[in-house]
């Protein structure tokens, strides 16, 4: 029966022979992470979270909303006003919509139209942040998504106020025709900053070689 190395040290003393034990390294040579593993990581998450906004902005303004104004005599919605609206639209939209269209808009600002500033707003900022070095110049440019997600989860709830409120205090539908129009502007500057962002990764990279 093999000795453990206390009872060696016992037996022989000072000659007594013990065998030296290793511990396995921590970390896995196996797995290395590159920057370009990593790089490449982030263009997937990129492009799924590009692709998903695309297809929310199609289902809410270009499906969803416009299936709504069969429930309105053609009257288009608040949210796809890029101009914005006075109280007398809010008075026509509540002549022609039911509690049903009011709730169907409702369900649609709570469910797509929160999910597709939320995620814009996350894609936005990682293209940023992966394209631009320079700190003040990223965080300027991460103020318009930001900015965005706010005013545009903002006007979803002022929208549903007008509505259901008759008649509209001209007040909040005011507010609320302000910050549709801003909604609409940041999401073009959005859209901007980020090809911004990737035109001076791009000359970057051009400078650099």
Do not use: C
Request: charged share 15%; aromatic share 8%; glycine share 6%.
């Amino acid at each position: 029966m093999a000795k453990t190395p206390a009872q060696r040290i016992r037996k022989h003393g000072s000659k007594a022979v013990v065998p030296q034990h290793r511990l396995p390294p921590v970390l896995n040579p196996t797995t290395p992470r590159t920057p370009e593993k990593a790089q490449n990581n982030t263009n997937l998450i990129l492009i799924a979270g590009v692709v998903a906004s695309l297809f929310l902005f199609w289902y809410v303004h270009l499906l969803t909303l416009d299936q709504l104004r069969q429930l309105t005599v053609g009257l288009a919605m608040p949210d796809s006003l890029v101009g914005g609206f006075d109280p007398a639209y809010i008075d026509r939209l509540h002549s022609v919509m039911n509690d049903d269209a009011r709730g169907q808009l409702n369900y649609v600002h709570k469910t797509a139209g929160t999910l597709f500033p939320l995620i814009f707003g996350f894609t936005w900022l990682l293209l940023i942040g992966t394209n631009v070095a320079r700190k003040a110049l990223r965080w300027a440019l991460w103020a318009l998504p930001l900015l965005f997600v706010v005013v545009r989860l903002w006007a979803n709830v002022a929208i549903d106020g007008i509505l259901a409120t008759e008649p509209a205090d001209p007040g909040q539908v005011a507010l609320a025709s302000v910050l549709t129009v801003a909604g609409w502007v940041l999401l073009v500057l959005s859209l901007l900053a980020g090809g911004a962002a990737v035109v001076l990764r791009t000359r970057k990279r051009k400078t650099a070689a």
